[in-house]
C-alpha cells in the first residue's frame, strides 16, 4: 500500500470505489465530530460538500477557535471525496497531538491559521513564480523557485530585492499550503 506523510504524520489514503457522496458525508461528519473535541459546534465548522464527489477538485474545512479562523485543504488526490478523508486524517491526527499534548495550542494554531484571503494568495503566488494556476508539484515550485531566486538575487547583476522578497514570500505561502 502506498504510504503518504503530510504534517509529520504518515498514513495510508483511502481511495474511494463507489457511494462518493455518502463517503464525501461521512467526512465531513467525521471532521465535524473530531472538531468537537475541541468544544467546537457545526456553527463553528464549514464544510462545503461538492454535489458531484466524483469530480477532481479541492476539499477544505475552515472552522473558528476562540477567534482564529483555522482552515485546511487538499487537493492531490484526484477525486472530491479522496481529498475530504485526507483533509479528515490530517485534522485528526492535530487534534490528536493537540489533546495529547504532543502539541502545544500555539503550534495547532500555527499550522492552521489562515488568512480569509487565502487562495487569492495563492493564486498570485503561482502567477509570481510564472507557474499555471494547477500546479501542485513541489519539485516543479522548488525548480522554478530556485531558477528565479538566482536571477533576482540581490548580489547577482541586475538583482532585484523587490522582486526576491516576492519570489521568497510565493514559495512560502505554495510550500505551507503543499507540505
Known amino acids: 500500500m502506498t504510504h503518504i ?3 509529520g504524520h504518515t498514513f495510508t489514503p ?3 470505489r463507489d457511494s462518493f ?7 465531513k461528519n467525521n471532521i465535524i465530530t473530531v472538531l468537537g473535541k475541541l468544544g467546537l459546534t457545526d456553527d463553528d465548522i464549514l464544510i462545503d460538500i461538492d454535489p458531484v464527489a466524483i469530480k477532481n477538485v479541492p476539499a477544505s474545512a475552515t472552522w473558528y477557535l476562540e477567534g482564529y479562523r483555522m482552515y485546511y485543504s487538499y487537493k492531490s488526490a484526484k477525486r472530491y471525496v479522496d481529498n ?3 483533509v479528515f486524517k490530517v485534522i485528526e491526527f492535530e487534534v490528536v497531538d493537540l489533546l495529547s499534548k504532543k502539541k502545544t495550542f500555539e503550534e495547532f494554531l500555527s ?3 489562515e488568512k480569509d484571503d487565502v487562495e487569492h494568495m495563492r493564486k498570485a ?3 509570481t513564480l510564472g507557474l499555471a494556476p494547477d500546479v501542485i508539484d513541489m ?8 531558477e528565479l531566486a538566482k536571477k533576482c ?14 519570489i521568497n514570500n510565493a514559495h512560502k505561502i505554495l510550500k505551507r499550503e503543499l507540505e
Do not use: C, N, S, W
Request: net charge positive; glycine share 6%; proline share 5%.
Open 139 to 146: 519539485a516543479v515550485i522548488d525548480k522554478r523557485y530556485k
Open 21 to 27: 457522496g455518502r463517503r464525501a458525508l461521512q467526512y
Open 111 to 113: 499550522d492552521f491559521t
Open 84 to 86: 475530504l478523508y485526507i
Open 5 to 7: 506523510t503530510i504534517k
Open 125 to 127: 503566488a503561482r502567477e
Open 14 to 16: 483511502v481511495t474511494a
Open 153 to 166: 538575487h540581490p548580489d547577482m547583476p541586475g538583482g532585484d530585492t523587490e522582486m526576491f522578497k516576492k
